[in-house]
């Protein structure tokens, strides 16, 4: 009689952990969502580009003048040190 009891609790107990991992990760992800952009200060972004590398061959490059890590206008000339080249 002692076994079905158990496995009752650890169902519970199993349900009660995917529910929390579950929870966890939407709750991960919304705070993701809701981060905020650098500013171009903090991105020591630049108007010219680092040698061959510019915000136009940018993988978070957004045209025709956005980024989506930098907040307000960039040029598709400019660079900052979040430039990430596709591969």
Request: glycine content about 10%; overall charge positive; some cysteine.
């Amino acid at each position: 009689m002692g076994e079905p009891r158990l496995d009752r609790s650890r169902r519970k107990v199993m349900g009660a952990i995917a529910k929390g991992v579950s929870a966890g990760l939407l709750f991960g992800l919304a705070r993701a969502e809701a981060a905020e952009k650098m500013t171009r200060a903090q991105a020591d972004y630049q108007d010219m580009p680092n040698g061959i590398y510019s915000c136009g061959v940018c993988t978070l490059f957004v045209p025709p003048d956005a980024c989506k890590v930098v907040e307000g206008e960039v040029s598709k000339d400019g660079w900052c040190k979040a430039f990430a080249l596709a591969d």
